[in-house]
């Protein structure tokens, strides 16, 4: 892990940011007022050194592949892990992770959510039996691998919504829960041949769409048209690989050569970490890519899972959004 990374609150810096957030009632909409109080919580309370760092990612002139920020507030009672898809005030005494997500994303980009990834603007990550084994947070009997969230939206012009990144925090703990890894993708260029990345940035692969949006009406295709993966600019790239099963075909043997040799320096070059109550992960979904190991659930003493983690998407404005269909504020459907 590159530690100039990573950055912790002290105690009292945790103290106040608690009793800030702690004022301000959760909109689950993403309303106007609700983004302003939020993000004025954190240009307030954060210290320097933190919003400093943000405010250098979204200017995005050498950004950081992570940012992990440790000793976060967090609610002071968490009762039980609700069903993922339904807001539910009563697991928790309050809702300090839902604003603390809202407020650090929103100094870096705009919030949003997708309807079918939770009907609020912050994502429950809760696995469920009946999600085993997608391809999703909700699941756990399948490896998540490294992927570039909704990385064939990159070559979709009007429907191009892959994040510029995503924001995540633990709410519970499952003691034999996944690592999440994250690969900076920039160091395993560095590595490659320059003829496996020229053949990385030719159009030589087609991507499939995430599945919802296989099913949309509006989109019409299950995958993209023969694309690059990696953008010609190596030093800041833009990337498009996805590696769980059945994503990318590879139009040529020389290409399907390179994406292997990618995929295996992805692998790696990539940083483990185990997200716990009081961490906050935000992902630079441009060049950074992440994955979630296969596991086995624990579950509390009425049934729930122990592991719950909370996720926002973040984008660099809302203007690509303006084709969908605006369900909430801040929170859309296809």
Not at 39 to 60: C, D, E, G, H, W
Request: charged share 20%.
């Amino acid at each position: 892990m590159d530690y100039q990374n990573l950055f912790q609150l002290t105690t009292q810096e945790k103290h106040d940011l608690f009793l800030a957030l702690n004022k301000i009632d959760y909109d689950p909409t993403g309303g106007d007022l609700y983004i302003n109080a939020v993000r004025s919580a954190m240009m307030y309370f954060l210290p320097v050194r933190i919003t400093s760092a943000l405010n250098k990612q979204r200017a995005s002139i050498n950004p950081r592949p992570y940012i992990i920020l440790k000793n976060t507030p967090i609610d002071c009672e968490i009762f039980f892990s609700p069903s993922p898809n339904q807001y539910t005030p009563s697991a928790r005494s309050g809702n300090i992770s839902e604003n603390l997500l809202t407020g650090i994303a929103s100094l870096i980009g705009e919030p949003y959510s997708m309807l079918f990834e939770g009907k609020e603007l912050i994502n429950n990550l809760i696995p469920i039996h009946e999600s085993k084994s997608e391809y999703t947070g909700l699941g756990f009997d399948v490896e998540l691998d490294f992927h570039i969230e909704n990385a064939a939206l990159k070559h979709l012009e009007r429907y191009n919504v892959s994040p510029l990144g995503l924001l995540l925090t633990g709410i519970r703990s499952d003691p034999n829960g996944p690592l999440t890894r994250i690969s900076d993708s920039r160091l395993s260029i560095a590595q490659l041949k320059k003829e496996d990345i020229e053949t990385l940035a030719a159009p030589l692969y087609n991507i499939k769409l995430p599945y919802r949006w296989r099913q949309s009406t509006l989109i019409k295709k299950e995958e993209t048209h023969l694309v690059p993966l990696i953008s010609e600019n190596h030093i800041l790239p833009d990337i498009s690989a996805v590696f769980y099963p059945g994503m990318i075909t590879a139009s040529t043997t020389k290409a399907k050569i390179a994406l292997e040799k990618f995929y295996n320096l992805i692998k790696e070059n990539a940083v483990a970490i185990h997200i716990n109550p009081g961490d906050l992960i935000y992902i630079d979904n441009r060049f950074t890519l992440h994955s979630r190991d296969k596991f086995t659930p624990t579950f509390d003493n009425i049934g729930t899972p122990l592991r719950w983690l909370q996720r926002v998407f973040i984008s660099p404005s809302l203007w690509n959004h303006r084709y969908l269909n605006q369900i909430e504020n801040r929170v859309f459907s296809i």
